[in-house]
């Protein structure tokens, strides 16, 4: 049942999608992600970018190509090889 302090505590401030982490589900996830090689091309795109436009492709059941924008610029094939690790450790926690 909800009541006004768990209200509170599981709200989502309006972000730019409904799907963004929050800075408190990004603290949980953020360890589990491969840390940037010291060697090698740096990332063009934050880490957190990337786990939200796989969000919002899991929320929305959209293709790739149909992600908005913004999300889509994040979204580099580079990075398309993490995907399946945070899918999974996403898919373990439910």
Not at 4 to 12: A, D, F, L
Not at 25 to 54: D, F, Q, S, Y
Request: hydrophobic share 35%; aromatic share 10%; glycine share 4%.
């Amino acid at each position: 049942m909800w009541t006004p302090t768990t209200r509170q505590q599981h709200s989502r401030p309006v972000t730019r999608y409904q799907t963004d982490l929050t800075d408190a589900e990004w603290c949980v996830i953020a360890p589990h992600l491969p840390k940037p090689c010291a060697t090698g091309r740096p990332r063009e795109w934050p880490m957190r970018e990337i786990v939200n436009g796989i969000f919002y492709v899991m929320r929305a059941g959209c293709p790739w190509r149909l992600l908005p924008n913004d999300l889509r610029r994040s979204v580099s094939a580079a990075e398309h090889r993490f995907m399946g690790a945070v899918l999974r450790f996403c898919v373990s926690q439910f």
